[in-house]
């Protein structure tokens, strides 16, 4: 193999180890980010399809690094995933949202990313509820955002603290619908209030046959198990037209706006919501 693969080896050994290094760099810098205030959240409107009226925001957490510069999510969060972090962050990002929801003017909803890890351990759910009696945020408001890969690795245990979020009063969203393990039974069998279309099927409404069927079939499923459904990644007026000719009734994406820092929260909240 040694001289078989030489060639290969030499040619991919720097670029490897390149990666590894840059991970591992990731990581460690992301151990001090918390502490050092590098960690914000960024809130989306959700709006309903009708009036566009927003309804409640989803919390997006932002990376930036004093040299790096903005750390997308997609390169940090499974990295935090992977290292247990996204316990810690996880927390942060949890109390964060609903500290600075509870200041809102109205009481609009706050919807929260959950990973699987999270979801998993120990007493989370009990955590949820230590926040919401320390932030006072009314449990009706919080909304839970798992994938289906929250479920996936032990369905026993995501389903006791999905049970028990229900039972504090929090309602649970499944995200990326339609992407990864989709299971058409975890609609059933887990306490779910609302199914979120994954936003790679609403961009390609208009351009691929088969996306515009997805979008229209989870819509039905919706409407036969009693779910709302929100689209996700909604960027045209287009897509917006067609979601609400086939039923759907929210909405989220840059049609309605981008995520934006809790300094201009406060202005989008009084001017752009009616009621
Ligand atoms: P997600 O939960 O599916 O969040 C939606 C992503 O789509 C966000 O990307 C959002 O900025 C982006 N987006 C929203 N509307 C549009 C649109 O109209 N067009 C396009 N092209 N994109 C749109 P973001 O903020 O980069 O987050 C990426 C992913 O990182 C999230 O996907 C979520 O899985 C994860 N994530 C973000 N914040 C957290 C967090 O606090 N905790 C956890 N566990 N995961 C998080
Ligand atoms: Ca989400
Ligand atoms: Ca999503
Ligand atoms: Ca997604």
Redesign the pocket.
């Known amino acids: 193999a040694k001289q078989e693969g030489k060639g290969t080896y030499r040619f991919f050994e720097p670029s490897m180890s390149i990666q590894i290094r840059e991970r591992r760099s990731i990581e460690h810098d992301l151990h001090s980010a918390l502490n050092s205030g590098e960690l914000s ?2 809130y ?1 409107p959700q709006a309903q399809v009708e009036t566009s009226v927003v309804f409640g925001f ?5 990376w930036t690094h004093p040299v790096r510069g903005a750390v ?3 390169v940090f ?1 499974p990295i ?2 992977e290292s247990g972090l ?1 316990l810690t ?2 927390e942060w ?1 949890m109390r964060q949202a609903c500290r600075e929801a509870a200041s809102w003017s109205r009481p609009l909803n706050i919807s ?4 699987a890890l ?1 979801l998993g351990s120990d007493g989370f759910p009990h955590l949820v509820q230590s926040i919401l009696d320390e932030t006072g945020l009314a449990p009706n408001r919080l909304e839970i ?1 798992i ?1 289906e890969t929250a479920l996936v690795r032990d369905p026993h245990r995501a389903l006791h603290s999905l049970r028990k979020l229900k039972e504090l009063g929090v309602n649970i969203a499944m ?2 619908f339609g992407t990864g393990y989709s299971s058409l039974s975890n609609l059933q069998a887990f306490p779910f209030d609302k199914i ?1 279309i ?2 790679s099927f609403v ?1 390609e409404i208009h351009t691929k046959p088969h996306a515009a069927a997805i979008v229209r079939a989870v819509l039905g499923l919706g409407r036969g198990l009693g779910l709302p459904v929100i689209a ?4 045209t007026l287009e897509e917006l037209k067609f979601l609400g000719m086939e039923g759907c009734v929210e909405a ?4 309605f706006g ?2 934006v820092p809790i300094s201009e929260l406060a202005s989008l909240i009084r001017d752009n919501v009616a009621g």
């Not at 989803?58 to 932002?62: G, P």
């Not at 929260?112 to 990973?115: D, E, K, L, Q």
């Not at 989220?252 to 049609?255: E, V």
């Open positions: 959240l960024v989306q989803e919390a997006l957490l932002r997308p999510p997609s969060i935090a995933e996204i962050i996880g990002v929260v990313n959950v990973s999270q955002e994938t995200d990326d979120k994954d936003r961009q996700e990644g909604v960027e989220q994406g840059y049609l981008r995520p």
